[in-house]
């Protein structure tokens, strides 16, 4: 990252091959997959920006949250750059790195902001003040919506990761088929609950007995003609199914907008992705623009690591080997 608005190169490695088996992310191949795949990353992305070690400013990681062994694989070789290469080491927020990945593609972007940051792991709100400063104003109770996706899919007999599936069969169903209830939260209002809208969908399928479509999914190759394999039914299912999240999601933004006199709403993570969400944002009447990362960074990146960073270069907030992996980092 160049000046913190220009990207010189992003490589991503995925590990979605190694995990679909499973259906869902394993920790622990999950950091044997970092391990394996760090030096080469970062040695094509020096190889592809034109840069040797003597030509960085800082290098910069993320301290969390995230799951703890990935982590560490990746704060252990940040130090090693530090302390061989004399670099400043600099910790950065996961969740910042999500902001920042909007902030790097739309400078208009005004603060303050409202930011929704929705991923696999991760539902929460925040109020952006303008020095980049954070309040959390509500989070997920159980699963993120990301998580909800994943494990609607995995009941339906989709591949990991479901998520995109389902938003691509969504657009063939009737979303308003199956009604759902509207999750009602003591304590914060604000707060979202996914684990009642899971429920009523394993609620659906025990009644309606999908068993053998289920199975013909599941016995499907991950790049099966899904729908194809998807009776009506199931994709009014799967289409009030997104409604519903995407409703929950967007309902909160209006309000949260005036309240904090937001000049901006950040929409980011990997559900950012989501072309339902995308869709509903820019007709939901929303008082001020809207901004998404394109798809390359809404999902985890270190692009956005490094944007995240520069803030933090200019300032001299440096860290040292005394920094240790959070996974449940607040931001």
């Not at 600099?90 to 303050?112: D, K, Q, S």
């Not at 759902?180 to 009644?207: C, I, Q, Y």
């Not at 967007?250 to 969400?277: F, M, P, Q, W």
Request: some cysteine; charged content about 20%; aromatic content about 6%.
């Amino acid at each position: 990252m160049d000046s913190g608005r220009s990207v010189l190169s992003s490589i991503v490695a995925s590990q979605i091959d190694t995990h679909r088996k499973y259906g869902g992310v394993v920790p622990e191949l999950a950091s044997r997959e970092h391990l394996r795949s760090i030096v080469p990353v970062v040695d094509e992305a020096m190889l592809m920006a034109g840069v040797g070690w003597n030509d960085l400013a800082a290098v910069a990681v993320t301290q969390g949250p995230g799951l703890i062994g990935s982590l560490l694989v990746g704060i252990t070789y940040a130090k090693a750059i530090h302390f061989a290469h004399g670099i400043p080491l600099i910790g950065v927020n996961h969740l910042e790195g999500h902001i920042h990945a909007v902030v790097l593609e739309h400078p208009e972007t005004e603060l303050p902001a409202i930011a929704l940051i929705v991923s696999g792991g991760h539902t929460q709100l925040y109020h952006v003040r303008g020095n980049f400063e954070y309040e959390l104003i509500a989070k997920t109770r159980d699963d993120a919506a990301g998580e909800a996706y994943d494990k609607v899919g995995k009941l339906l007999g989709y591949p990991y990761p479901a998520g995109p599936i389902l938003d691509k069969l969504a657009l063939h169903g009737d979303p308003r088929a199956v009604k759902f209830t509207r999750a009602h939260m003591k304590g914060n209002p604000l707060d979202f609950s996914f684990s009642g809208l899971k429920t009523a969908v394993l609620r659906w399928t025990e009644a309606n007995d999908i068993s053998e479509e289920t199975a013909a999914r599941r016995a499907a190759g991950a790049d099966a003609d899904w729908l194809s394999l998807t009776p009506k039914r199931t994709l009014d299912l799967i289409a009030s199914f997104q409604h519903t999240v995407i409703r929950e999601l967007l309902s909160r933004l209006h309000v949260l907008t005036e309240a904090h006199d937001a000049k901006s709403i950040i929409i980011t993570g990997g559900v950012a992705c989501n072309a339902g969400l995308r869709a509903a944002a820019g007709t939901a009447r929303l008082p001020v623009p809207v901004f998404f990362p394109t798809p390359g960074l809404s999902t985890d990146n270190a692009a956005m690591i490094a944007a995240a960073a520069f803030s933090k270069l200019r300032r001299r907030e440096f860290a040292d080997l005394s920094m240790k992996p959070k996974a449940s980092l607040a931001l």
